[in-house]
């Protein structure tokens, strides 16, 4: 036909037999017994990636927390050093356009640094609240994870937007905590935490709040890999993923520290 595309002239559009026949029933068997393409061979964000690099940048902040509960004891500012270059390699993965697996390691790493040196201030002070709150933080993980694999929790854009205000709300009364903690305005040593409504701390009030808010967090991150993975988005995007859930859980679990704290008190 004159109108046919020219670019469908070849041989394997056009159902020609010898094309049609050239491959035999033992290479059909063949093509259908190779296991299935894999993340490196697709190039594609999955599931089961997203889970090995986030067991790997876990793996470097365990190790990176050894070290920082090592220290802890002979450099007493090793936390304030790790937690400053933490955040700012937070801000960087943040904003940056494409995923650095180099830069999300190194978070982990500093970060590491940071939890391990500030665990283990708080257990020198508290005799076995770290495992309290380790365990604490891998039980919300974890049925958090069992929820929204059920499919029984869900992203929702209203959920979403209350979590976005809260989380404005939170992050103001901190700054106005530790500014009042500072300048001597408030003499508990939790700061605005520790004051007292009919007999319970604030702390450990916002800390119930805050619980709530990091398991939604984790929800948004399940969420955002889910996404990510049925838009075929590029492998890399794997590392988000695992930065994501990185920064949910380190938060998590300081968060939960610091409430045990209270409660102790």
């Known amino acids: 036909m ?35 393409a894999g993340a490196a061979d697709t190039d594609r964000m999955t599931v089961e990636d997203t889970v090995v690099k ?36 937070a801000l960087v993965n943040i904003f940056k356009k494409e995923p650095s697996p180099a830069l999300i390691l190194a978070y982990a790493a500093a970060q590491g640094i940071f939890v391990g040196a500030i665990s283990a201030t708080y257990e020198a002070l508290y005799d076995g609240i770290v495992i309290q709150a380790v365990l604490a933080t891998l039980a919300v993980v ?43 305005a408030v003499s508990n040593p939790w700061g605005l935490r520790g004051e007292e409504i009919f007999g319970i701390p604030i702390g450990l009030l916002l800390g119930v709040l805050v619980v709530i808010m990091g398991a939604y967090s984790l929800v948004l991150d399940f969420d955002f890999i889910q996404q990510g993975v049925k838009n075929r988005a590029p492998r890399k995007y794997a590392w988000s993923g695992a930065f994501g ?6 938060w998590l679990y300081l968060e939960i520290l610091r409430m045990f704290a209270i409660a102790r008190d």
């Open 54 to 89: 986030s067991v790997a940048a876990f793996a470097v902040m365990l190790l990176g927390a050894s070290l920082g509960w090592v220290t802890a004891a002979t450099m007493p500012a090793v936390w304030m050093i790790a937690g400053v270059i933490g955040f700012v390699l």
């Open 142 to 184: 974890g049925v958090t994870l069992a929820l929204f694999a059920s499919g029984k929790i869900r992203a929702s854009k209203k959920a979403t937007k209350v979590f976005l205000i809260a989380m404005v709300g939170y992050l103001v009364f901190s700054l106005l905590n530790l500014v009042l903690s500072m300048t001597g």
């Open 2 to 36: 004159a109108l046919e595309n020219p670019a469908f002239r070849s041989q394997a559009f056009t159902g020609n037999s010898s094309v049609a026949n050239a491959v035999s029933v033992e290479e059909l068997q063949d093509i259908y017994n190779r296991p299935t």
């Open 245 to 250: 859930i990185m920064v949910t859980v380190i």
